[in-house]
């Protein structure tokens, strides 16, 4: 006899789903697709999220050391300008994004540190999964990425070759055999690809070398830098606000010394030429002016021994005339040191900025012994050091449009003479970097 069980129907019905072994993972597939593709939608949306929050990290980074660099060359307004064109060619969206530029910081650890540039960028990043889920209750959602940084130009050490030369490919040049030493960084200012160039059997050792374009090393062997740093911050010219003085006349039409003759400061109309051995130069300014097609030089030769305390030497010219040069050759003794008061105040050769000659040359010859405590500066000009020139236990700055070196130089910046001249200040070598 059976025994008849009495089940309500809906029961039945889900007495005999939950016993039914058939057609189980394609239901349990259904049950938790909503799931898994909810997941799914939550993680594309998160590493959408993470790459913009990288980029927009990336462009805080960018747009702090843009600023921290161009911050000396442009005031408030032009800099923001000069971030965003800079931003705009490395991703800069502008129907997405907002820059803000601060300046000193108004947050973080640098927060009213002059020098130092804050950027905060802020991006709207919509999060398109869950944008989809909130469009069902009529809502939107979107998210902002933010993303802040702090740089600055910090100062990492002292600068005694500087090249000014806003683009002139090698502007700053180590080549042949030259052997280089000096105890200070080397900058060129040009933009030019390379802007500093060591090739040939050419050996650099440094403290650093930078340039705002970029810089070519033949043999890294026979380098010893620490720091090599391309796309660097312009160095500034530690001179840009010194002018030539006055000419009302001449006081001498030009030198050349005897033996042993103590030389008076003036203006020289001429050159002033060195044959002979022990020639002193008397503190003050020498001022070879040029007035005619004859360029008024300053000509060290074979044999010459000079000697001079608190001297500069300015070499300019009259109208439209080419100023005068420098040439040192090979066996000369030369022993000078520039002036540590006063107008010249550290500067021993001066070349008008003005010269109208492109072809400017101040030469320093191979076989030189040269003791030169001073700045040798030409703006317009190019500074050349071929072989044997010495500095030992002097300061040496040279600023000059172009610089090569074809010889063996040793510039041994010592940090006594160089405070002593007072160029400590004006030989800051700079090092943009992030600090937040």
Same mark, same amino acid.
């Given at each position: 006899?059976?025994? #008849?069980?009495?089940?309500?129907?809906?029961?039945?019905?889900?007495?005999?789903?939950?016993?039914?072994?058939?057609?189980?993972?394609?239901?349990?597939?259904?049950?938790?697709?909503? %799931?898994?593709?909810?997941?799914?939608?939550?993680?594309?949306?998160?590493?959408?999220?993470?790459?913009?929050?990288?980029?927009?990290?990336?462009?805080?980074?960018?747009?702090?050391?843009? $600023?921290?660099?161009?911050?000396?060359?442009?005031?408030?307004?032009?800099?923001?300008?000069?971030?965003?064109? *800079?931003?705009?060619?490395?991703?800069?969206?502008?129907?997405?994004?907002?820059?803000?530029?601060?300046?000193?910081?108004?947050?973080?650890?640098?927060?009213?540190?002059?020098?130092?540039?804050?950027?905060?960028?802020?991006?709207?990043?919509?999060?398109?999964?869950?944008?989809?889920?909130?469009? *069902?209750?009529?809502?939107?959602?979107? %998210?902002?990425?933010?993303?802040?940084?702090?740089?600055?130009?910090?100062?990492?050490?002292?600068?005694?070759?500087?090249?000014?030369?806003?683009? &002139?490919?090698?502007?700053?040049?180590?080549?042949?055999?030259?052997?280089?030493?000096?105890?200070?960084?080397?900058?060129?200012?040009?933009?030019?690809?390379?802007? #500093?160039?060591?090739? $040939?059997?050419?050996?650099?050792?440094?403290?650093?070398?930078?340039? #705002?374009?970029?810089?070519?090393?033949?043999?890294?062997?026979?380098?010893?830098?620490?720091?090599?740093?391309?796309?660097?911050?312009?160095?500034?010219?530690?001179?840009?606000?010194?002018?030539?003085?006055?000419?009302?006349?001449?006081?001498?039409?030009?030198?050349?010394?005897?033996?042993?003759?103590?030389?008076?400061?003036?203006?020289?109309?001429?050159?002033?030429?060195?044959?002979? &051995?022990?020639?002193?130069?008397?503190?003050?300014?020498?001022?070879?002016?040029?007035?005619?097609?004859?360029?008024?030089? *300053?000509?060290?030769?074979?044999?010459?021994?000079?000697?001079?305390?608190?001297?500069?030497?300015?070499?300019?010219?009259?109208?439209?005339?080419?100023?005068?040069?420098?040439? #040192?050759?090979?066996? &000369?003794?030369?022993?000078?040191?520039?002036?540590?008061?006063?107008?010249?105040?550290?500067? %021993? *050769?001066?070349?008008?900025?003005?010269?109208?000659?492109?072809?400017?040359?101040?030469?320093?010859?191979?076989?030189?012994?040269?003791?030169?405590?001073?700045?040798?500066?030409?703006?317009?000009?190019?500074?050349?050091?071929?072989?044997?020139?010495?500095?030992?236990?002097?300061?040496?700055?040279?600023?000059?449009?172009?610089?090569?070196?074809?010889?063996?130089?040793?510039?041994?910046?010592?940090?006594? &003479?160089?405070?002593?001249?007072? %160029?400590?200040?004006?030989?800051?070598?700079?090092?943009?970097?992030?600090?937040?």
């Amino acid at each position: 006899m059976y025994q #008849v069980e009495n089940r309500p129907s809906g029961l039945v019905w889900l007495h005999k789903f939950l016993q039914a072994d058939s057609g189980g993972t394609l239901t349990m597939t259904a049950i938790m697709m909503p %799931l898994i593709l909810g997941f799914a939608g939550l993680g594309l949306d998160l590493s959408y999220w993470y790459m913009e929050r990288r980029q927009v990290q990336n462009l805080a980074d960018m747009a702090a050391i843009d $600023g921290a660099h161009s911050q000396t060359y442009f005031d408030d307004t032009d800099l923001d300008d000069q971030v965003e064109h *800079f931003l705009s060619q490395n991703g800069l969206d502008p129907a997405r994004d907002t820059l803000s530029l601060s300046m000193p910081p108004v947050s973080g650890d640098y927060e009213g540190s002059n020098g130092y540039v804050e950027a905060v960028m802020a991006r709207e990043a919509p999060l398109y999964f869950v944008s989809a889920l909130y469009s *069902f209750i009529g809502s939107e959602f979107t %998210l902002t990425v933010r993303g802040r940084a702090v740089a600055a130009a910090l100062k990492i050490g002292q600068n005694c070759i500087i090249a000014l030369d806003p683009s &002139a490919k090698y502007a700053l040049d180590f080549l042949g055999d030259s052997d280089v030493t000096a105890d200070c960084g080397a900058i060129a200012n040009s933009t030019a690809n390379p802007a #500093v160039r060591v090739t $040939g059997n050419a050996e650099l050792i440094s403290n650093s070398l930078q340039a #705002v374009g970029e810089i070519n090393i033949q043999h890294e062997e026979n380098v010893t830098i620490p720091v090599i740093e391309p796309y660097a911050a312009a160095s500034k010219d530690p001179y840009e606000d010194l002018v030539v003085p006055d000419v009302s006349g001449c006081d001498y039409p030009g030198k050349v010394a005897e033996p042993y003759e103590t030389l008076s400061p003036g203006v020289y109309c001429g050159d002033i030429v060195i044959k002979e &051995a022990g020639v002193t130069f008397e503190p003050g300014v020498y001022h070879l002016y040029t007035t005619g097609n004859q360029a008024a030089d *300053f000509i060290a030769n074979a044999g010459a021994e000079i000697f001079g305390e608190g001297v500069t030497i300015i070499l300019s010219s009259q109208g439209s005339y080419k100023a005068g040069s420098v040439t #040192v050759n090979g066996g &000369a003794i030369v022993d000078l040191t520039a002036p540590t008061s006063g107008d010249w105040n550290s500067i %021993l *050769f001066f070349q008008d900025r003005y010269n109208n000659d492109s072809n400017s040359l101040l030469k320093f010859n191979g076989g030189a012994t040269m003791n030169l405590n001073g700045a040798i500066y030409a703006p317009s000009a190019k500074v050349s050091f071929t072989g044997g020139a010495s500095t030992e236990d002097a300061c040496l700055l040279v600023v000059s449009k172009k610089i090569e070196f074809t010889g063996n130089s040793n510039l041994g910046n010592s940090e006594e &003479a160089c405070a002593a001249l007072g %160029l400590g200040a004006l030989q800051r070598q700079e090092r943009v970097q992030l600090v937040e």
